[in-house]
């Protein structure tokens, strides 16, 4: 055993002296500055899981885990003698559906604080190859996983299940939350506790795949999940399409969790040679609650993930609440000056402004055909490009490239590149059909829309790009006798153009939009700088909405505007929103001279914080799912700065208002703390705290009125 483990090693070029001294030969170690995952290979040279947890101080203790002959079998398969859910499950060429993998060889690399391992295993009696990948950030504490299915059998192989990961528990209690809801109500959190049995969290959906449920989840060890305290695994699945998770407890209460995209209606046919890649689940460790492991995964975000992850965000003004479909060049270039006026970074022109034999006046007609409508905008694009550099803003544009109304020229000329079920009654989700991204033509079709654009008018400073049906009528005419392979090709294409647009385009910001949170997966982040959390937004449920969405992404990556959605005060509605990318959709032209000026003073406020709202860390406070107030806060990696949320949602008659503690501040230094963000005419004086006692006794943010907000600045002396 020790002979196959050191020749994989020499023959990725990498010295095995110091891992033998530092690790026994049948164990590989995988891990972070806290976490450590390890794995051993058995003298029946199968890989198992012999420890999840946290960073093991002193190496001489391993050698426990090399003489152990537990463990778990590290990525179970079908057919053989587990009772349990399995991670892959095979039809082989000659109809034998089971697989015993064996170890075969690993190698490991570390670049940038980043290790890279790779587990080859293979079938003992057919030419079928699994590979196991794992990437240990090791700073940011994050581990990501995916895995490589290949085979040299004569005819194709069926894959039943291909899971990216599967990872074992063994502990007295599992908690789980999930985040699940419908349109305009997105993440909403609920916890439960997970007893024998399974409980699966996946959806069906297919591009606007995570509508009713998102890809991520929190996993409390002992005891429900807690900010500060408690063992805690967050996870999601880095892929824009159906995902599955399965929470397995089995009948001696060790938890099995399989993670992957789902293989329900997938079935893939593998041919020969071809390379079989999972999308990539990400997780954390974290020994002390739910917030350090945000925090970890905001890091590795902006570092790793997301698109321009360590850059500046851009404000905006967006027409959509303003005008809706029903709009000219004349108004919309007044609605460009007010948001020069405003002082904004962009204006950004929403849905409606092409079809000309079907114009996009509703949402019923136009789709796929992107002309200028020339009744509307005679001067095209390319006049309002013009008006938004006389006023001093950028110019940002609405596109739905992936769909089609069958009201279009689009789909009068190229039916066979829709989705669409033949000799059935045709199913309509919002009055449009999914274009088949499986097909490369299609695929050309896509890219081109964008490329076309950005060549016509290179003023295009930014795009919102919106996918606003799932995928029904469930038929690739292009797939023609694999249709079953149409759900993972699908999203491989979408990649495929983003790709391209990337490639050729690198700088270009744009928003992932997908008719509110029906996208919020990580592998999508790579292309997008930020992602719309829901179309629902009245300031009381995005409050909700953005703590949910708080878990896994940094504020950057977090749209939030203002609208007229809610019965709120513009200053409780632009608070919120402040909490993550600033923008504004709303009729300017109506606010009163008090609530203008308060706006101006607000956009100049969130420019002057924002890095420390995009780039500092995020501590939740007072979880609004815990009562009648709300709180979190960002805090700068120097602790120098912080701006700190507060708002009442709804307390009740003489309800007991408590301080609001602070963290990730420096005990040891002085703070100047000052409200800000307060309408004309008000003023706050600053008071001086050190960091200890903000953290121990904190500040009185709270009180009995409704539906009011506080935001604070800290700078330390």
Known sequence: MKKLLMAGLMAMGIGTTCRAAETPDNLIRIGTERTDLILRVGDDHRLRQTYLGPKLMNDVDLE??????????????????????????????????????????????????????RIVMQDEKY????RL??????????????????????????????????LHFSRNG???????????????????????????????????????????FLLGLDAPVAETTGDVVVGTLAWTGN???????????????????????????????????????????????????????????RRYQLKNGAGDRMTLLNNWEATYFDFDEAKLEKIIADAADLGVDMFLLDDGWFGNKY?????????????????????????????????????GLWIEPEMVNPKSELYEKHKDWVIQLPNRDTYYFRNQLVLDLSNP?????????????????????????????????????????????????????????????????????????????????????????????????????????????????????????????????????????????????????????????????????????????LDGDLYRLVSPY??????????????????VFAFNLNPRYAEPVRNVRLQGLDPQRIYTVRETNLMPGAHSDGKRFSGDYLMKVGLPLFSASHLTSTIVELTAE
């Open 64 to 117: 426990h885990f090399a003489r152990s002959g537990g463990g778990f079998e590290a990525y179970v398969t079908y057919g053989m003698e587990d009772y349990f859910e399995s991670a892959i499950r095979v039809l082989h060429a000659d109809g034998n559906p089971s697989l015993l993998l064996t170890y075969k060889e690993s190698d490991q690399q570390e670049n940038d604080s980043v290790q890279t391992t």
């Open 127 to 130: 030419p079928f190859e699994v």
């Open 133 to 166: 990948f794992y990437q240990a950030y090791k700073h940011e504490n994050i581990i990501r996983m995916w895995t490589e299915i290949e085979h040299a059998e004569k005819r194709p192989v069926t894959l039943y299940n291909y899971a990216s990961s599967m």
């Open 174 to 216: 599992y908690w789980m939350t999930e985040f699940s809801g419908d349109w305009a109500r997105e993440v909403n959190m609920s916890e439960q506790q997970l007893n024998f049995g399974k409980k699966v969290v996946d959806t069906k959906l297919g591009s606007r795949a995570n509508m009713h449920v998102s890809p991520f």
């Open 243 to 301: 995902f599955r998770f399965t929470f397995e407890v089995d009948n001696v209460n060790n938890l099995r969790l399989v993670s992957g995209a789902n293989p329900v209606g997938a079935e893939y046919v593998l041919p020969k040679g071809e390379v079989f890649r999972t999308p990539e689940f990400i997780f954390t460790y974290s020994t002390a609650g739910a917030g350090p492991a945000s925090r970890d995964f905001h890091d590795w975000a």
């Open 359 to 395: 114009p996009r006046s509703s949402d019923n007609a136009g789709l796929g055909d992107w002309d200028v409508t020339a009744t509307k905008l005679p001067g095209g694009i390319g006049a309002l490009t013009d008006a938004a550099k006389r006023e001093g803003v950028k110019f």
């Open 441 to 613: 033509e299609v695929q050309d079709y896509v890219f081109g829309i964008v490329d076309r654009l950005l060549t016509e008018y290179p003023q295009i400073a930014y795009f919102k790009w919106d996918c606003n049906s799932p995928i029904t009528n469930i038929y690739s005419p292009y797939q023609e006798d694999k249709q079953s392979n149409l759900y993972v090709d699908h999203v491989r294409g979408l990649y495929r153009v983003l790709d391209r647009i990337a490639e050729k385009y690198p700088a270009l910001p744009m928003m992932l939009c997908s008719g509110g949170g029906g996208r919020t997966d990580y592998k999508a982040l790579k292309y997008f700088t930020e992602f719309w959390p829901s179309d629902n937004t009245d300031p009381l449920e995005r409050i909700y909405i953005q703590w949910g969405y708080s878990y896994l992404f940094p504020s950057k990556a977090v749209a939030a505007h203002v609208t007229s959605w809610g019965r709120q005060s513009l200053k409780f509605r632009v608070d919120v929103a402040m909490m993550g990318k600033l923008g504004f959709d709303i009729r300017v032209n109506e606010l009163s001279q008090s609530d203008r000026e308060f706006a101006q003073s607000a956009v100049a406020n969130y420019n002057r914080l924002k890095p420390v709202i």
């Open 626 to 643: 815990s009562g009648e107030h709300a709180s979190l806060m960002y805090a700068s990696k120097e602790q120098d700065r912080a701006v």
